[in-house]
């Protein structure tokens, strides 16, 4: 994750400045999901930079949410524009209402949590409920699917990383249908923002673009991301596919993926906003 934050680093801080800009002085913004802290410290930094406000930083998981929360201070305190406070909260969206420990919030950031839900429509209520009169909310879901690998690597047949994403695809169709109490959603966001009662819903996309010859942080994120592809189609790739897969990920092999220099990193994330009344 920490691999993953500093590589999506200056995309974001672009947009933390963009989803700030037009919110009331000292204002509360409400970092839902954050992780290891990829958002929480251009949030942080961009809250200085405009007079100071609050972050608070939202996780189920206690390593991930004390990581977050180390990051964000440390930006804090660096910071010599504006004070920021930082308030960590311990709670898990699934079962708790955000309303009940990040209310009022004047921006509720919420990047790739919510499709984990059963509900997403209901989770995104929920995360409305936590806004304060005139309130934005800000969703990152959708997208472009990253890109990494060129077309023919020359191990196994052209198109791998195409036959991955449709497998991937496959995946995350199985693991909605197998989530107890999963509720399909047949619209888009902006249609379940729109609906929710939120105003100006519109969106927007941010690259994140690391050509090849990349960094070796690109490589060592290649190669997880890879392993992780692989590992979630299962059967669903063939065997053939599978066979090639295991050849770029063998250090020893001369295909490697962690030692190429056409490997790069080219994905475009969406962010759904909208106003609550």
Not at 61 to 87: F, I, K, N, Q, W
Request: hydrophobic residues 50%.
């Amino acid at each position: 994750m920490r691999r993953n934050d500093e590589l999506d680093a200056e995309a974001l801080h672009v947009v933390a400045r963009r989803l700030v800009r037009p919110l009331p002085d000292n204002p509360t913004v409400v970092d839902v999901g954050c992780g290891a802290g990829g958002m929480s410290v251009p949030l942080v930094e961009a809250l200085a930079a405009r007079g100071g406000g609050t972050v608070v930083l939202v996780d189920a998981v206690p390593e991930l949410l004390d990581a977050a929360v180390t990051a964000a201070r440390a930006a804090a305190t660096y910071s010599t524009d504006a004070a920021v406070r930082v308030r960590p909260v311990l709670a898990d969206i699934a079962t708790e209402r955000p309303a009940e420990f990040a209310s009022p919030a004047d921006l509720v950031w919420a990047s790739r949590v919510v499709h984990h839900l059963p509900d997403q429509r209901a989770c995104v209520l929920g995360l409305i409920d936590a806004l304060a009169p005139g309130g934005r909310l800000a969703l990152a879901e959708g997208g472009l699917e990253g890109r990494f690998l060129p077309w023919d690597l020359g191990v196994g047949e052209p198109g791998l990383e195409d036959r991955l994403a449709a497998a991937r695809a496959q995946w995350f169709l199985r693991m909605r249908e197998n989530m107890p109490g999963s509720v399909r959603l047949t619209v888009g966001w902006n249609t379940v923002l729109a609906e929710a009662g939120l105003l100006d819903v519109t969106a927007f996309s941010y690259l994140v673009d690391h050509p090849a010859p990349a960094k070796q942080a690109v490589r060592d994120w290649a190669v997880e991301r890879l392993r992780w592809l692989a590992d979630a189609a299962g059967d669903l790739l063939h065997p053939a596919d599978r066979q090639s897969v295991r050849r770029l990920l063998d250090p020893q092999d001369p295909a490697y993926v962690g030692l190429r220099d056409d490997v790069f990193l080219l994905l475009a994330q969406t962010v759904h906003v909208g106003r609550k009344p």
